[in-house]
């Protein structure tokens, strides 16, 4: 038989009794530390978020913003807001404007620096910064087009005046114009830089409503429209024009057939105008009197579409909903309908969610 191996007996000794101890006092020690510099790196963190400024929402009626931090004085009201970044109504100053008018739905987006320029220096005028009047000279030094989302854009631009310089950023959006300007003095390098970080990222911070557009919006310097563009787009109009009145006649008797055609080509004639900034004649006539009417027809049709949606999604007929959802998507191809079509697409995917669930039930 084999013999067993006894297990061995450690016996302590002072020295390894010693070195236990001190194990135990650095670990100790160690982990006083690693509190010490995680409850001081909290603390500095704390700190830190205090000191920051804190950023301020602010909503109206017309939109909601997002004001760089540390400008938290401001003055609105539904359709305007001035921001401070200092005590007092003194530059640095943050403008935002909304305005709506009928009009707006059929206005180019125009980059000329003089027309940017003049829609600022009317609002100053409003006399909204002390001690700057209608009477200062701006003058532009850089100009950039960019797209504010699908269908809108937007102008961006840079200039000065004396003492002082400034920032501003126009768009519009169906029936509404929005101007965005920042004035601050030229010394102020820090206010400069929040105000440019602030215009770049606009849209992050800035929130308004959807409108809907009636003509893709043209983008159009009016300093650089020559007498052959005038010629030759009236030409154009002329046939969108004669194409109009065929289809507004049969519009009448033959809805189904004419009006959209009809729709197609005013807009199409308005959107022409607008790109040589001529489209305010046509917009007091009674050919646009006949056409709101019959915009009015086909608004009143695409309601129509949604009341045969919504009650076969109440009778829980989900064929019937998902091909009424999908002729909506097919159908809504004006400009502006796209929201129509969105509200399709959103309804089907909420269809085919509870059709499934009631398949699996």
Request: proline content about 4%; aromatic content about 8%; glycine content about 4%.
């Amino acid at each position: 038989m084999q013999a067993r191996t006894a297990k061995p007996v450690l016996v302590p000794t002072a020295l390894s009794a010693r070195v236990a101890l001190w194990s135990l006092v650095y670990a100790a020690a160690f982990g006083a530390l690693l509190w010490i510099y995680r409850t001081y790196g909290g603390i500095e963190a704390a700190r830190t978020a205090l000191a920051r400024p804190a950023s301020t929402v602010v909503e109206t009626r017309c939109f909601k913003v997002v004001l760089p931090p540390g400008w938290a004085q401001y003055a609105c009201d539904d359709d305007s807001l001035a921001a401070f970044r200092n005590k007092g109504e003194k530059a640095p100053i943050l403008r935002i404007v909304a305005q709506r008018d009928d009009r707006y739905a059929f206005h180019a987006l125009d980059v000329n620096p003089v027309v940017v320029l003049k829609l600022v220096l009317d609002d100053i005028a409003s006399g909204e910064v002390d001690g700057i009047t209608q009477d200062a000279v701006l003058k532009a030094t850089g100009t950039e087009v960019f797209t504010v989302k699908p269908g809108v854009n937007a102008v961006r631009q840079i200039f000065d005046m004396k003492g002082y310089d400034g920032e501003t950023v126009v768009f519009y959006e169906g029936d509404a114009r929005y101007l965005v300007w920042a004035l601050w003095p030229e010394e102020d390098v820090a206010a400069g830089k929040e105000v440019d970080d602030f215009c770049r990222r606009l849209f992050e911070d800035l929130e308004i409503p959807d409108r809907r557009e009636s003509i893709d919006r043209p983008v159009v310097h009016s300093g650089k429209i020559t007498a052959e563009m005038n010629e030759r787009t009236h030409g154009q109009v002329a046939r969108e024009m004669a194409m109009w009145k065929l289809f507004a006649a049969r519009a009448e008797t033959e809805p189904d057939v004419a009006l959209l055609p009809a729709l197609l080509h005013y807009r199409e004639a308005l959107r022409l105008l607008s790109s040589i900034r001529q489209e305010r004649v046509a917009l007091s006539s009674e050919e646009f009197n006949c056409y709101c009417e019959l915009q009015k027809k086909r608004s009143k049709d695409v309601a129509e579409w949604f009341v045969v949606l919504d009650k076969a999604v109440a009778m829980r007929d989900w064929d019937k909903a998902r091909r009424q959802a999908k002729w909506i998507m097919q159908h809504a191809t004006l400009t502006g309908e796209r929201l129509d079509a969105r509200r399709a697409a959103e309804i089907l995917a909420k269809v085919e969610t509870e059709a499934a669930s009631a398949g699996a039930n």
